[in-house]
């Protein structure tokens, strides 16, 4: 695939567990003029100190403590408190409107005492924030068992149409729902071979509709590989749903 060649190196390096469908989906025009950005961001690491500084904040009540420093990989003692730290990371970070450290591969991390240590690298994005507000409408809708607010999410996020058939509509709805595995209901572990295979299958239904999806997607397709293979390395069990309502609640209170 042509894409594939000329993609920038991290974005390519990244993209290799991300399946290439998912890239025909994104309009040529929209990917492309990231391409740029992503140079800046990784040559000239524009926007990262602010981005740091604003996420070393949010993260510290969670005891994920940021660092410059390369981490010195090492094996670890309780890999169930590390999936949990980096499932709250994942969850924290899309709860804020300042942007997405995307990278959450194992050799970024380590253990400092009480505390998950996080050296993130500068391959960062910014949501645009209608795509960040409507995923957070598809999480809180799948979490809380509310279908309407779920479905809103996905038509938000640009992923149902409002011409879809109620069968359309379904059928999207579940393929969505299948990176969720069984978070809902019980202890989740993370496959990333299973996330893959859903990716594929929801591509191919979008490709089927003629849907093209937001650069946003690609990102977002990244962040979570990188999640599923650390946790997958980790090779534990994680509660996926109060973790994630943990982090919301928090962030709720400090709205109010």
Known sequence: MILMRILPGILK???????????????WADLASEFPKIS???????????LYQTNKELLCPY???????AINNKEYANKKWIGEKILTLYFVQLFSSSGIFLDLRQNHFSTKGPHLLWHPTSFWTKFDEDFRLGLLKVYEGFYLENDDLYYDGLETIGLLKKDFSLSDKKELGDLFRAQFGSALSEEMSFKLE????????????????KVNISKDFLYLGIYL?????ILEEMGERYPVKDIYLDVRRKFKNSEN
Not at 225 to 229: Q, W
Request: charged share 25%.
């Open 63 to 69: 005891s994920i403590e940021l660092t410059t420093h």
């Open 194 to 209: 299973n996330f893959k295979n859903s990716i594929i299958k929801m591509s191919d239904f979008l490709l089927s509709k």
């Open 225 to 229: 590989v990188t999640m599923y293979s």
């Open 13 to 27: 390096e990244l993209s290799r567990h991300v399946p290439t469908v998912l890239f025909q989906t994104v309009e």
């Open 40 to 50: 800046k961001r990784m040559l000239q690491k524009e926007g990262f100190d602010e």
